[in-house]
């Protein structure tokens, strides 16, 4: 944790946010467990001060709640409100995704198909971790070339609540092999340019997520 403990206050505070993120995100840190402060602090060799301001940053994200009595604790995953937040995900994705292949350049493009094969050689040697990285990275990238800042805005948001369940969603490998098929039709019809195709492939890619806990089905 020495490199967490060196660095200016801000730089500080997002190295220490990421690194909470991170362990929630992975289920290092699960739902409904305290994360006392502390605690943190002792292992992450840093003050309260950045410490609880890293943890502000958690709870306008929605993954942690602080409450006087108790401190912060990993936020309950809720099947409804995830239900409709990946709802509105998808169309922000399917948006974003329909702009790019009318505003993207083929430099733009052959990035994005330099990322997937990356991913892919991830998925082929079962790295997890480094496919996850890659996954948020083509999605992230997709939805910034779309150049519409708002959209942009509200994507990061909604985003950052949903890493959890994005990250949990493919750990049984027929889920995860399916989930890598899906990204190869998305490659395919930013390639083609054809808008109308690559937004229905990537809602029928994130619909795969929202739609589990439409039936109140957990995450694996």
Wanted: proline residues 3%; glycine residues 4%.
């Amino acid at each position: 944790m020495e490199e967490v403990a060196q660095s200016s206050h801000a730089g500080l505070v997002e190295k220490v946010a990421n690194y909470l993120r991170e362990h929630i995100v992975m289920d290092h840190f699960q739902p409904g467990q305290r994360l006392p402060e502390r605690t943190l602090a002792v292992e992450l060799q840093v003050s309260r001060t950045p410490l609880r301001e890293a943890l502000k940053i958690l709870a306008t994200e929605g993954l942690i709640v602080i409450s006087p009595h108790r401190g912060a604790v990993v936020a309950e995953v809720s099947p409804a409100d995830m239900k409709e937040k990946a709802y509105v995900l998808s169309v922000l994705e399917q948006a974003a995704a329909e702009l790019t292949c009318l505003n993207a350049s083929d430099d733009d493009i052959a990035e994005l198909q330099a990322l997937h094969y990356e991913m892919k050689a991830c998925f082929l040697r079962r790295d997890r971790q480094n496919y996850f990285r890659l996954n948020q990275d083509i999605h992230n990238r997709i939805v910034a070339l779309s150049g519409n800042a708002t959209l942009i805005d509200m994507h990061a948001n909604l985003s950052r609540q949903l890493y959890r369940v994005r990250y949990l969603s493919n750990q049984k490998n027929e889920k995860w092999a399916t989930a890598m098929e899906e990204h190869e039709a998305i490659m395919a019809a930013l390639e083609a340019r054809d808008p109308e195709r690559v937004g229905r492939e990537l809602r029928n890619h994130l619909g795969k997520t929202w739609m589990k806990y439409a039936h109140g089905e957990p995450v694996e």
